[in-house]
C-alpha cells in the first residue's frame, strides 16, 4: 500500500505493528512478526531515517531502545512529494529519450520527415490529435476545404477554453460561405486571433513548431471539378484526398515561414459591438477616412523619412509623431510599422 511511498511491504508491517502498540522495542516487534531480530533493527533504522518512527529516550535502568510510530500524514506527505516529484522526473527523461530516438530515426530515415495520409477521415483524426496534443494551432482556411469544414471543428471552442492559442488565416471566398461569418464571429469571441486574405497559396495546419499537415493534390480536384493536369478520366472518379505530415525539418521550418509572412499581409478580422464580423470584404477603404494631416503623415512614414524629420516638418515632437503612428496602426490592425505601410495601401489609404 504504501511502496508508492517509497516504503517497503516488510517495512510497513513494522510501521503497521508500532501504530497499533504505539511503543515498542526491536525485540518484542522480532518475537510478534516472526522476524529476526538484526533485520528488525535494520528495518527500524529504515523508518527512522524516512521519518515514519522516532526512538524513545534511553531508560534510565538502560533497557533496550524502544521506538513510536509518528502522524502518518505527517510522515508519509513529504515521501509522496518525493515520489511525485522523481516520476515526474522520470516522465521528462522518458519524453527527452523519445525525442532523441525519433529524431535519431529522422537523421539516418528520410521517410520520416514526411509521413503521407491517405483518406478524409484520416486526415481529420489526425487533425484532431495534433490539435488535443498542441499549445497554438496556426492555419491557414482556403475556399472548398479537403477534409474538415470549419463549422465541423468543434474541438475548437473546447481548446480554446483550455487556453490553446488559434491563429487562422481566412481565404476571403471562403467567408463567401453559408454561414461561416457567424462561425467566424463566434471563433473570435472564443479568443481565436483571425485575419483574411483575397487568396492563400495552399492549405496548411501547424501545430506549435513541430508538425504541420498540407493536403496533397488528389484525384478529383476541389467541388468535383478535375485536377488542373489530372489524366484524362481523373475527372470521372473521385479520388480520397491525401496529406502530407511534416515533422521537425527544414521543410517545416519552410512552412512556418510561409504562414508568417501570409499573417504579416493579411487584414485583421474582428466582431464590432453588435456582433457582426467587420473587415471581411477586401475592398479598398476610401482615402477619406484620413484627414489631410494623416495622410500626409502616412505618406512620410511610406517615403521613409524618420520620426525626427517627420516632427520637424510638422511642427510637432517626436513623442506626439510616435503616438500619431500607434494610433494610424490601430485603426488598421497592424502590429509593425512594415504592416501600416501596406495596408494603408490595400485600403487606399494614400490614393
Given at each position: 500500500m504504501l511502496e508508492a511511498a517509497g516504503v517497503g511491504a516488510v517495512e510497513e508491517r513494522v510501521y503497521r505493528f508500532l501504530v497499533g502498540v504505539r511503543e515498542a522495542d526491536a525485540a518484542a516487534i522480532a518475537a510478534r512478526l516472526g522476524f529476526d531480530v538484526a533485520r528488525v533493527h535494520w528495518l527500524l533504522a529504515s523508518l527512522h531515517d524516512k521519518g515514519l518512527v522516532g526512538r524513545v529516550a534511553e531508560p534510565p535502568d538502560g533497557g533496550p531502545e524502544r521506538y513510536v510510530p509518528m502522524a502518518p500524514d505527517a510522515a508519509l506527505r513529504p515521501l509522496l512529494l518525493r515520489g511525485h516529484e522523481a516520476l515526474e522526473s522520470a516522465r521528462r527523461g522518458v519524453e527527452q529519450l523519445a525525442e532523441e530516438y525519433r529524431a535519431g530515426g529522422r537523421r539516418h530515415d528520410a521517410g520520416q520527415l514526411v509521413e503521407v495520409i491517405t483518406g478524409a477521415s484520416v486526415i481529420r483524426?489526425?487533425?484532431r490529435q495534433m490539435a488535443y496534443g498542441a499549445a497554438e494551432m496556426r492555419w491557414l482556411c482556403k475556399a472548398r476545404p479537403v477534409a474538415l469544414a470549419a463549422a465541423e471543428n468543434d474541438e475548437e471552442w473546447e481548446l480554446l477554453?483550455?487556453?490553446?492559442?488559434y491563429k487562422t488565416i481566412y481565404e476571403r471566398e471562403l467567408l463567401e460561405g453559408p454561414g461561416m461569418v457567424d462561425n467566424v464571429a463566434r471563433s473570435i469571441r472564443a479568443g481565436e486571433q483571425a485575419r483574411a486574405v483575397g487568396t492563400l497559396p495552399v492549405r496548411l495546419v501547424i501545430a506549435d513548431?513541430?508538425?504541420a499537415i498540407c493536403p496533397l493534390v488528389y484525384e478529383s480536384g476541389e467541388g468535383g471539378a478535375?485536377?488542373?493536369g489530372?489524366?484524362?478520366g481523373a475527372a470521372d472518379r473521385v479520388g480520397e484526398p491525401t496529406a502530407a505530415v511534416v515533422h521537425?525539418?527544414?521543410?517545416?521550418?519552410?512552412?512556418?515561414?510561409l504562414f508568417e509572412s501570409q499573417w504579416a499581409a493579411a487584414t485583421p478580422l474582428h466582431v464590432t459591438d453588435s456582433g457582426e464580423l467587420a473587415d471581411v470584404d477586401g475592398g479598398p477603404r476610401p482615402a477619406v477616412h484620413l484627414a489631410d494631416d494623416e495622410r500626409y503623415l502616412l505618406s512620410l512614414i511610406v517615403a521613409g523619412v524618420a520620426d525626427k524629420a517627420i516632427a520637424s516638418q510638422l511642427w510637432v515632437s517626436q513623442r506626439t509623431v510616435q503616438r500619431r503612428i500607434q494610433t494610424l496602426m490601430q485603426r488598421a490592425g497592424a502590429l509593425t510599422r512594415t504592416q501600416l505601410v501596406w495596408q494603408a495601401a490595400?485600403?487606399?489609404?494614400l490614393a
Open positions: 483524426q489526425r487533425l477554453a483550455r487556453g490553446v492559442r513548431s513541430s508538425m478535375p485536377v488542373k489530372a489524366r484524362a521537425s525539418s527544414s521543410l517545416l521550418d519552410a512552412l512556418i515561414a490595400q485600403r487606399g489609404w
